[in-house]
């Protein structure tokens, strides 16, 4: 099972990258500007609209629920990728520098996930991608509530590790909408 999670996974997180990258020689890198708490905004409004519509049944824009999915997945390494590059105040910088940066935060993300899906058994398998939008909108309520104590936290786990939950969650729920065979 864990080799075919991680095809899967590799799959998602190539579109991902794929899309990250086609964004950043089209728009260069105008997201420098943001700082991590409207990222992190960013990615809850993804969440929340992904919500609407599930509860609601029905949509009146046509993007669909995998491209927020995406969204909250780059987002998350944007944000991860900002957080590296804190001491780094320019604005403007060329894919190919941060390519390394988005190839090294998913592929500790991925080692994130084996090492939970080795405890847990795939235990996400099972779980409604509803269930798993509502996980993340958690998670993202715990980074607002991290950001806004200033980083400090008593004994929960920090702001990198909820952004890389986000994400492996996301791809989960694009692996469950069947994401790879379309």
Wanted: glycine share 4%; charged share 30%; with cysteine.
């Amino acid at each position: 099972m864990e080799e075919k999670t991680v095809g899967e996974y590799t799959q998602v997180i190539k579109a991902c990258k794929e899309l990250f990258e086609k964004k950043t020689r089209d728009y260069g890198t105008a997201w420098r500007i943001l700082r991590l708490s409207s990222l992190t905004d960013q990615i809850f409004i993804k969440a929340q609209r992904i919500r609407s519509i599930q509860e609601k049944g029905t949509q009146k824009v046509e993007d669909n629920i995998s491209g927020e999915f995406i969204g909250i997945i780059n987002y998350c390494i944007i944000a991860m990728i900002q957080m590296e590059l804190a001491e780094n105040p320019a604005l403007e910088l060329p894919y190919e520098a941060l390519e390394p940066h988005y190839d090294k935060i998913a592929r500790e993300t991925m080692e994130l996930l084996l090492n939970k899906n080795h405890d847990y058994g795939e235990a996400w398998r099972e779980m409604r991608v509803s269930s798993m939008t509502d996980i993340i909108l958690m998670k993202l309520l715990r980074v607002k509530q991290i950001e806004d104590n200033k980083g400090k936290t008593l004994v929960s786990e920090g702001i990198k590790a909820n952004y890389q939950d986000m994400i492996n969650y996301a791809v989960f729920c694009l692996i469950k909408l069947n994401y790879l065979s379309k």
